[in-house]
Nanobody, 125 residues
């Protein structure tokens, strides 16, 4: 499984971006996929994830109502729509996937075997 993230950039506070993560490999529908972010000097933080296609997405409280994750099975792509960006949202955003995610570990970075290279989001105030 290989992941390729894209879509980051520099936006003003209040702006929006759509991040994409293209996943190569079999059984995209059954993969657990998630987005994490890591700001400079901070630990990697869970943003959103779903255990497989058709299962509800779980969001971190810090992004509920502003960020939306979606999956396009035809394109093997996971999206993260990020709206109402704040300066504290600035980070490198990573997508992650796993073929056999342990129950209740969707928000745990170490539970994922596969990671994309990250895409930088910068927010100016």
């Amino acid at each position: 499984v290989q992941l390729q993230a894209s879509g980051g950039g520099m936006v003003q506070a209040g702006g929006s971006l759509r991040l994409s993560c293209t996943v190569s490999g079999p059984t995209f529908r059954s993969l657990a996929v998630a987005w994490f972010r890591q700001a400079s000097g901070k630990e990697r933080e869970f943003i959103a994830g779903s255990k497989r296609s058709g299962v509800n997405t779980v969001y971190a409280d810090s992004v509920k109502g502003r960020f939306t994750m979606s999956r396009d099975n035809a394109k093997n792509t996971v999206y993260l729509q990020v709206n109402s960006l704040k300066p504290e949202d600035a980070a490198v955003y990573y997508c992650a996937a796993d073929t056999g995610l342990i129950t209740n570990s969707i928000a745990t970075a170490t539970a994922y075997d596969y990671w994309g290279q990250g895409t930088q989001v910068t927010v100016s105030s």
